[in-house]
């Protein structure tokens, strides 16, 4: 964030990927949607951004790589963001997104530090993307699940932001590759608030548990147990394949939203009824047991 005024900063962030989905314009799409969603978490309005593109010149159809940014500007049209360049270098593996300016009022900022003790704390998508896709390449995951995954990686944490900025919110970020209890560790790391986490309440894609128990994990999930467990008390009520899926590294996630219970509640109610139908209080904040998670 670099402020340039007293009622005016900017927001800039950048992030890019190889493919994750087999279909050149779903794969534009999710590309987008993730890119911008860092721009949502900090309460801002994304409004210019440049491709970041790389792509096998000589090995591939370039009509792969117009599909990929059909899909990429269409989201971009979807999120009223104006594209206004990029850059495109040769390279054996597709990879792209998006380096994305956006603004917001510095007083209305949100990061994600400063949680309060009591505060309820709210998740806008399930998770299990990452484990999904692993299922995916082994062929074992259901069309009607990749599909649904799919969607829910496409949608836009636009209005979910939008319905945020009416509450007291005192933290959010958005849940992506270090996953869902990795990204929490952020948000108490080095203070003196705690978090309880009711792993019932948190929402998952289903039939996850099947493929937990079958070994598809991704790589990322291990690196994120290994760098965030020792933040984290595992209560014998959380079954042992959750703290997989809390660790899932997830593309273009939900939102993670701490903010009073009293408005908590309003808002989850507001976001349901706008269709954001995953949306759930998964926990609180507490000034006990200070920069650990207990999943209970």
């Not at 779903?26 to 949502?40: C, E, I, K, P, W």
């Not at 806008?124 to 990452?130: R, V």
């Not at 990686?153 to 319905?163: H, P, W």
């Not at 948000?187 to 996850?208: A, K, L």
């Amino acid at each position: 964030m670099y402020k340039l005024t007293e009622d005016l900063a900017l927001i800039q962030t950048v992030d890019f990927f190889t493919p994750i989905v087999d279909d050149p314009y779903t794969f534009g799409q999710v590309a987008v949607s993730n890119a911008l969603s860092d721009v949502y978490a900090m309460g801002g309005m994304p409004l210019t951004a440049m491709n970041i593109v790389c792509f096998p010149a000589n090995d591939m159809d370039f009509s792969i790589l117009h599909d990929i940014l059909r899909g990429g500007l269409d989201m971009m049209r979807e999120a009223e963001v104006l594209l206004v360049g990029g850059h495109t270098v040769d390279d054996r593996e597709i990879k792209y997104g998006l380096s994305v300016t956006g603004t917001v009022h510095p007083e209305r900022l949100l990061l994600n530090r400063g949680a309060r003790p009591g505060d309820a704390l709210v998740l806008t998508k399930p998770l299990g993307t990452g484990i999904v896709n692993t299922a995916l390449k082994a062929g074992i995951a259901s069309p009607d699940l990749v599909r649904l995954t799919t969607q829910t990686m496409i949608e836009l944490n636009r209005k979910a932001a939008g319905i945020m900025l009416n509450y007291t919110v005192h933290a959010c970020t958005d849940i992506t590759g270090f996953g869902f209890l990795g990204h929490a560790c952020e948000m108490i790391e080095g203070s003196d608030t705690g978090m309880v986490i009711r792993s019932s309440q948190v929402p998952v894609f289903p039939g996850i548990g099947e493929f937990v128990e079958q070994g598809m994990l991704p790589g990322g999930l291990h690196r994120n147990r290994s760098y965030r467990m020792h933040m984290v008390r595992q209560d014998p009520a959380c079954p042992e394949w959750l703290m997989d899926v809390f660790f899932d590294p997830q593309t273009s996630g939900g939102l993670f939203i701490a903010l009073p219970v009293e408005e908590a509640v309003r808002m989850v109610e507001q976001m349901k009824k706008s269709d954001i139908h995953d949306a759930s209080i998964v926990g609180h904040v507490e000034a006990e047991s200070p920069g650990i998670i207990t999943v209970i």
